[in-house]
């Protein structure tokens, strides 16, 4: 679907992306891994077209620079920092339907079930919006149209754990016939959700491998925890996941979607030394 | 393509019409008019003017010197901003043709640097006939004209800026120093000390002829004052080798036609380069 054949970014003398050869398929779900300045953007944007570069990127045999229009209409795009629109959120969304030849009605449903009320926001600008909600409506905007690749860049980063599950649901219904690259500086953030890891240093690519695919994108997990003493700092953690504790504080029961787990069992592992045990056990 | 196009504009009408310099530039002009109602221009009348035609001729001196400078560093300062910024990844990501996007945009800007100036003007005309003041339509037609040819121009000139300077910085330093250029190659401050060192007649006129602010405010002062004798030597000359209807069809067609070409020339540099 995608080929990347020998492509070199340069800046300012800096190569930043270096030789890069990568072939993408439908059914690709990757995480594009690699620390800052490893190149991950510039990839993204030469993907977009939006670099020129040496060697060749082809989408369906298309070029994205010359072809733009006809090879854009098959990406979706989140971009990690929104950008500062100060146009209407309804405008936005119209806007963004109109050039994509989607139907907004489809966007307002993705969004409400992220917990984003956009019709509520409608004549709000953009920029106005708190980060989880930009964040929740751009997504909206990718997952609301029809598009064979998927591009997203830190998607999840400012969702809370409600959002996540639906985005992990939502990107489940697409990951049999949209290809999708997931970029991010932390591999944790994103593992369960791929089935490819390709990881960039300096714009080189240093790793480029298939990984187990048995998590389930719509799984829940049943998730209980014991302390050994109260903590507020753990409390305060916990309960942005959404959990609830007993009274004397020291048992906190709550679920995690199934992608998510890495993630959370990262957070928790911050506060070890308090941990009596945990249970996580997947909904049937 | 029209239809990505007019979004882009409309996209781009709405983005400025709530950012701040636009409420700043709109106030400005309209502040103008205000001020001269308020200084009492239309009653006066001085070499034969109607209050009006007085109001009306002091109102483009004064746009002559704000308009472009305020078209300039607001648009380089909007787009390479916006690029900045992250709009240009985010919205370029979106299927839409670089033409349309970019000529798009380009006529979003104008729409709201023009109607602000052409609004203002109307204010006069309208404050002018309920004062019971003769409407010289002529007068009126080609100053709207040349307002728009002007606004064109300039704005033609930031999209080139826009898209030659990498940060906005960069841009806003280069529309500073090119307006700063063309202020100094005006008639009274130059060319009168180019004649009085002996400079040619034809290089005097030339450089009047290729400066757009020039060339507007001459045109402007033509309507009004038809021998020049307010403006400086280099007017005489161009009067002589022009003659009137020639000066004021430059007048339009050079800035509308510069404009355009430095916009042309903006996005062949911005489709061939990196975009955000």
């Known amino acids: 679907m995608i080929n990347i054949n020998n492509v070199s970014k340069i800046f300012r003398q800096t190569k930043v992306l270096d030789g890069i050869n990568l072939d993408i398929n439908k059914g690709d779900r990757i995480a594009l891994v690699g620390s800052n300045g490893s190149g991950k953007t510039t990839l993204i944007r030469c993907l977009l077209g939006e670099y020129i570069h040496e060697g060749e990127i082809l989408v369906n045999k298309l070029q994205p620079r010359q072809h733009r229009e006809e090879v854009l209409k098959q990406i979706s795009f989140v971009p990690q920092l929104p950008p500062p629109l100060r146009m209407p959120v309804g405008q936005l969304i119209h806007f963004s339907a109109e050039v994509c030849h989607s139907d907004p009605e489809k966007i307002y449903t993705v969004s409400e079930s992220l917990g984003l009320d956009a019709r509520k926001f409608k004549s709000q600008a953009f920029v106005k919006l708190s980060g989880g909600q930009k964040q929740k409506l751009l997504i909206s905007i990718a997952l609301g149209r029809d598009s064979k690749l998927l591009i997203m860049d830190e998607p999840a980063a400012n969702l809370d754990p409600e959002a996540r599950h639906s985005f992990f649901n939502l990107l489940a219904q697409k990951q049999h016939d949209t290809a999708m690259l997931i970029s991010s500086h932390r591999l944790d953030e994103v593992a369960a959700l791929v089935n490819r890891v390709i990881e960039l240093d300096q714009g080189k690519v240093i790793l480029n491998d298939q990984v187990a695919d048995q998590v389930d994108m719509e799984s829940i997990l049943d998730c209980e925890i014991q302390l050994t003493h109260a903590e507020p700092a753990f409390a305060k953690m916990i309960e942005e996941w959404g959990f609830i504790s007993s009274s004397d504080g020291m048992m906190w029961q709550g679920n995690v979607a199934g992608p998510d787990r890495l993630r959370f069992l990262g957070a928790v592992s911050r506060y070890s030394g308090i941990l009596n045990g945990i249970n996580m056990k997947e909904k049937s | ?276």
């Open chain 2, 1 to 276: 393509m029209s239809k990505h196009l007019l979004l882009t504009a409309l996209a781009d009408i709405n983005e400025s019409l709530r950012s701040r310099w636009f409420i700043i530039y709109t106030l400005i002009f309209g502040g103008i008019v205000v001020a001269l109602f308020i200084t009492g221009l239309t009653e006066s009348r001085i070499m034969g003017f109607t209050g009006l035609s007085r109001t009306l001729v002091t109102y483009l001196q004064i746009t002559m010197a704000i308009l472009p400078i305020f078209v300039l560093l607001t648009t380089v300062r909007s787009v390479a901003g916006d690029r900045e910024a992250g709009i240009f990844e985010y919205l370029l990501s979106l299927p839409i043709g670089l033409a349309s996007w970019y000529w798009g945009k380009i006529l979003g800007r104008f729409a709201v640097v023009f109607l602000p100036v052409f609004l203002a003007m109307m204010l006069a005309v309208v404050w002018g006939a309920l004062k019971g003041a003769e409407i010289p339509w002529g007068q009126v037609i080609i100053y709207t004209a040349m307002l728009l040819v002007l606004a064109w121009c300039f704005l033609g000139m930031g999209m080139l800026i826009s898209s030659l300077a990498r940060s906005s910085d960069v841009a806003q330093g280069a529309a500073f120093l090119t307006w700063l250029v063309l202020l100094l190659f005006l008639d009274l401050i130059l060319l009168g000390i180019m004649i009085s060192n002996g400079s040619s007649s034809e290089t005097v006129v030339l450089i009047a002829l290729v400066n757009p602010m020039q060339v507007f405010r001459t045109g402007a002062m033509m309507l009004f004052d038809p021998q020049l004798v307010l403006l400086g030597p280099s007017a005489w000359v161009i009067l002589d080798t022009f003659g009137r209807t020639g000066f004021l069809i430059w007048s339009l067609v050079y800035p509308a036609a510069l404009g355009t070409f430095c916009a042309w020339l903006g996005f062949v540099v911005f489709k061939r380069g990196d975009l955000p």
